[in-house]
């Protein structure tokens, strides 16, 4: 069992930058592939990045690759995003994701999720 909670979100202007944190507990999270999705009001949950269990491989969407970055420090049990140079477009609630097996770019694939955080980035 894996409890998640992102923090981190607010509003920036865009241009500007936020980090993300998904802290996790459970016995597990060091083994597990963690995803970052993000949902605007009315739209799908979207896939934005994710990471293997030891941080050496990375997926991005073409949307944010360039922009954001994502990394973990399993001595923490920490997942951060690293959201730079921020647009308007970026504005969703972001979600942390986990799953036991390799990291995956559908939502569907995930076995725990975090409550999100809010991004909102004004014009």
């Known amino acids: 069992q894996v409890q998640l909670v992102e923090s981190g979100g607010g509003l920036v202007q865009a241009g500007g930058s936020l980090r993300l944190s998904c802290a996790a507990s459970g016995r597990t999270f060091s083994a597990s592939a963690v995803g970052w999705f993000r949902q605007a009001p009315g739209k799908e949950r979207d896939f934005v990045a994710a990471?293997?269990?030891?941080?050496?491989?990375?997926a991005y969407a073409k949307s944010v690759k360039g922009r954001f970055t994502i990394s973990r420090d399993n001595a923490k049990n920490t997942v951060y995003l690293q959201m730079n140079s921020l647009e308007p477009e970026d504005t969703a609630v972001y979600f942390c994701?986990?799953?036991?097996?390799?990291?995956?770019?559908?939502?569907?694939?995930?076995?725990?999720w975090g409550q999100g955080t809010q991004v909102t980035v004004s014009s």
């Open positions: 990471i293997n269990w030891s941080g050496s491989s990375t």
């Open positions: 994701a986990a799953r036991g097996m390799a990291y995956s770019g559908y939502a569907g694939a995930y076995d725990y």
